[in-house]
């Protein structure tokens, strides 16, 4: 297995975030919703309607592209894809072939190593979606299949990647950033559960340092990160046990079966679709003018690098903490907002806040702040994440929730110093090494009094108060 390696290029689906469908006014709400209840004449195929293309979706598709880096085509060309089969009403598919919109862009992943990647982008192609098959094969009612033209006509970009990718890591870490930068330029929500982006992955094996290509196997549904990571170290096995007991590998269309974790063969190469593709005549070519390409470029976020680098030089963070800040972008936002009201020195424990609260998901940016600001003197960093679910939940202020509780820090010093007597007293082992000049011993009378004050004593001042009172020789 060793001196193999797999030649792997990824193809994946992804919905853009519109309100309607690419060549209609149907809604694209309707995953969960009762079935046929998202459809018109058009996306049904009926005889004598005619697409309209929708702007929205093509400013979206342009945007995905602008954001991998990819070069636009001027025009481009719509087709259609011709099969026939029953989720596809009008027996063929509106796509896109001879000439796509985009191609040739690149895309930087990040390894679990925290070395880069390049994996180039192909092309980037508009389609529509086509209709759902449910199938009550088994069942003892039904013996049919049924069709739901719900997602019918929905928009998608599909992104061809180039064979760049060479190990199933390297294919995790490339979907993981393409769905954060298509997150991030707001083209696609890419929701995985209502299946916003899928993939669709080609591999083939040859030794180490072959330059030719090995004949390469497609495999279809694989609807996690997970799965395709999967997939494809099942088939790099198999593929390498034909090649090494002298056989072939066959070209075919294979699918994942994530309960048996393994590939089956779909179909082979012969029985593969010829697809007729021709220019749709229903559509005039889609024309990319050079000042409303340069008007997107312009309005494009900040995309999920550059963001990273931001927080690095900015705002000081760990290259770590700024990693699992940017990947929810939401949370980035909610971080950039929040230091908007904030002193650069709080970024840290802000970003503390963010990533060590369990199931953060953002409030306000003003109590956001205020929470912040109250962890510098009045409650504890524990406190603030105690808090955190709470304040999500009630709407109410940080300072009216932590009066509400009673649950300010206590400062006084009159008050800490009998804790601190009290805690040096309940502890004559602690207390004697800290006198013999072990200081480590401080952290047993420290944490003393934090149980004493019910965790409410102020730790810097409870640690100065300690030492002044074991010099004062107490
Ligand atoms: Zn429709």
């Not at 994996?119 to 199938?135: C, F, M, N, Q």
């Not at 799965?227 to 294979?254: H, M, P, W």
């Amino acid at each position: 297995m060793a001196e193999y390696e797999m030649v792997i290029g990824l193809e994946v689906h992804c919905q853009l975030a519109t309100k309607t469908k690419l060549f209609c006014g149907c809604a694209t709400d309707g995953f969960g919703a009762v079935a046929n209840t998202r459809v018109c004449p058009v996306c049904t195929g009926q005889p004598g309607v005619l697409p309209v293309l929708n702007k929205r979706a093509v400013e979206l598709a342009f945007q995905a592209a602008l954001a991998l880096d990819c070069k636009l085509a001027d025009v481009s060309i719509f087709a259609r894809k011709n099969y026939f089969y029953p989720d596809l009403p009008k027996a063929y598919q509106i796509s896109q072939y001879e000439q796509p919109f985009s191609q040739h862009g690149r895309l930087e992943c990040r390894l679990k190593d925290g070395a880069a990647k390049v994996v180039r982008i192909h092309r980037i192609h508009l389609e529509e979606d086509a209709g759902k098959l449910l199938h009550a094969i088994g069942s003892e009612e039904l013996d049919h299949s049924l069709v739901d033209f719900n997602r019918g006509g929905t928009p998608l970009i599909e992104i061809v990647s180039e064979p760049d990718i060479r190990v199933s890591d390297e294919a995790y870490a490339y979907l993981t950033a393409l769905r954060e930068v298509l997150i991030y330029s707001g083209a696609s929500r890419c929701d995985l559960e209502k299946g916003e982006m899928r993939c669709d992955a080609n591999i083939s094996v040859r030794l180490k340092g072959a330059e030719k290509f090995g004949t390469r196997a497609e495999i279809k549904n694989l609807n996690s990160f997970k799965n395709v990571k999967d997939a494809l170290e099942y088939e790099f096995r198999r593929q390498v046990e034909i090649v090494e007991s002298g056989g072939k590998v066959v070209q075919e269309t294979r699918l994942w079966n994530a309960e048996k974790m393994a590939t089956f063969s779909m179909r082979s190469k012969e029985e593969a679709h010829d697809y007729r593709y021709f220019p749709d005549p229903d559509l005039v070519p889609l024309e990319a003018k050079p000042a409303w390409v340069a008007a997107l470029k312009a309005g494009l976020p900040e995309l999920p690098a550059a963001r990273r680098a931001r927080l690095t030089s900015e705002f000081r963070l760990s290259s770590y903490d700024a990693e699992v800040l940017t990947s929810k972008k939401e949370v980035a936002d909610s971080f950039l907002e929040t230091m908007k009201l904030l002193a650069p020195e709080d970024a840290k424990a802000l970003a503390n806040l963010m990533l060590n609260t369990a199931d953060f998901s953002p409030i306000d940016a003003p109590r956001m702040a205020e929470l912040v600001t109250l962890t510098r003197r009045v409650i504890t960093v524990n406190k603030a994440k105690e808090l955190y679910p709470e304040l999500r939940a009630s709407g109410k202020s940080p300072k009216t929730l932590v009066e509400e509780k009673g649950l300010a820090q206590v400062s006084d010093e009159g008050q800490l110093r009998e804790w601190v007597k009290a805690a040096l007293a309940a502890n004559p082992q602690a207390a004697a090494d800290l006198r013999g000049g072990k200081e480590r011993a401080i952290g047993s009378i420290v944490g003393a009094v934090m149980k004493l004050s019910k965790g409410k004593a102020n730790p810097g001042l409870v640690n100065k108060l300690i030492k002044e009172a074991v010099n004062a020789g107490a």
